[in-house]
T-cell receptor, first 114, second 109 residues
Framework: KAGVTQTPRYLIKTRGQQVTLSCSPI?????VSWYQQTPGQGLQFLFEYFSETQRNKGNFPGRFSGRQFSNSRSEMNVSTLELGDSALYLCASSLVGGIDYGYTFGSGTRLTVV | KQEVTQIPAALSVPEGENLVLNCSFTDSAIYNLQWFRQDPGKGLTSLLL?????REQTSGRLNASLDKSSGRSTLYIAASQPGDSATYLCAAAYNQFYFGTGTSLTVIP
């Protein structure tokens, strides 16, 4: 079966711009979580969506937002980009939630802000 | 805030050696613990998932154990190979997943 698909794989944006990242979970999975990975901070939790509702949120500013559609696909948006937003953004899908069944991760989107 | 610690941060071993990676967590009330592997610039590949009611899980040359009372999990890799070179991350599940900072493993041919 197909895995977790993240698009695009690479992005280069300018400070002040906004960006939208996409994640398609494994078929049948209803939970999608987003993580930011940087060399200095490691993996940090952004938010989790389940059945189109945000179920949990990490400690990130309001510039980071997300949504989930009825087909469980999820998008993450970052507005007013800052240099510090450069990171690997990882999406993880789970049947109903990672705390129950663990996560399957996508390959990530590498965002570079210049 | 929950904390997950992995020691050592880096490990280099000759091919064929058995090795143990360590993961410590501060709160024993976890739902599960998952071990991942990450190759440079790539996403995370799930290796083993241990539910809170389990003590260990095995997959091929990998064995992961979980001791909630002591707040520890170990990942045992038998007969290491150069292809095992990667960063290994553990994640403890509470209301969300908390990741350790990883152990970078290099297996020398």
């Amino acid at each position: 079966k197909a895995g977790v698909t993240q698009t695009p794989r690479y992005l280069i944006k300018t400070r002040g711009q906004q960006v939208t990242l996409s994640c398609s979970p494994i078929s049948g999975h209803r939970s999608v979580s987003w993580y930011q990975q940087t060399p200095g901070q490691g993996l940090q939790f952004l938010f989790e969506y389940f059945s189109e509702t945000q179920r949990n949120k990490g400690n990130f500013p309001g510039r980071f937002s997300g949504r989930q559609f009825s087909n469980s696909r999820s998008e993450m948006n970052v507005s007013t980009l800052e240099l510090g937003d450069s990171a690997l953004y990882l999406c993880a899908s789970s049947l109903v939630g990672g705390i129950d069944y663990g996560y399957t991760f996508g390959s990530g989107t590498r965002l570079t802000v210049v | 805030k929950q904390e997950v610690t992995q020691i050592p941060a880096a490990l280099s071993v000759p091919e064929g050696e058995n090795l143990v990676l360590n993961c410590s967590f501060t709160d024993s009330a976890i739902y599960n613990l998952q071990w991942f592997r990450q190759d440079p610039g790539k996403g995370l590949t799930s290796l083993l998932l241990i539910q809170s009611s389990q003590r260990e899980q095995t997959s091929g040359r990998l064995n992961a154990s979980l001791d909630k009372s002591s707040g520890r999990s170990t990942l045992y890799i038998a007969a290491s190979q150069p292809g095992d070179s990667a960063t290994y991350l553990c994640a403890a599940a509470y209301n969300q997943f908390y990741f350790g900072t990883g152990t970078s493993l290099t297996v020398i041919p």
